[in-house]
């Protein structure tokens, strides 16, 4: 049975806790308009796994801050998540370097 996503926000820092895959993205993305709100970073440290489905939400959520103008900072980042991405050799600039804890 897969982990709960939960989420946490600290000022403008959203921090991501659980299991962010195909099974639990819906819970984050049928709120993300309310819960990004004013969010200038994500602090992905207390996420224990991440797929693709994961990946393609975190590519989103970006997306849409830059749309209002708001240069999305990532940290926490675990060495898994860091290789899927790499894997995926998606553009340069499509996601914003992951910034160390």
Do not use: C
């Not at 820092?13 to 308009?33: C, F, M, Y």
């Not at 994961?54 to 290789?83: N, P």
Request: charged share 20%; no cysteine; aromatic share 4%.
């Amino acid at each position: 049975m897969n982990e709960q996503l939960s989420w946490t926000r600290d000022g403008n820092t959203l921090k991501l806790a659980g299991e962010l895959d195909s099974e639990t993205v819906q819970t984050l993305w049928a709120k993300r308009d309310k819960v990004m709100s004013g969010v200038q970073s994500l602090d992905l440290s207390d996420l224990s796994r991440v797929d693709t489905a994961g990946v393609a939400l975190l590519i989103h959520l970006i997306a849409q801050a830059r749309k209002q103008g708001t240069e999305m900072r990532l940290s926490g980042a675990s060495d898994k998540l860091q290789t899927l991405v790499q894997l995926y050799n998606l553009p340069d600039g499509l996601l914003p370097t992951f910034a160390s804890q």
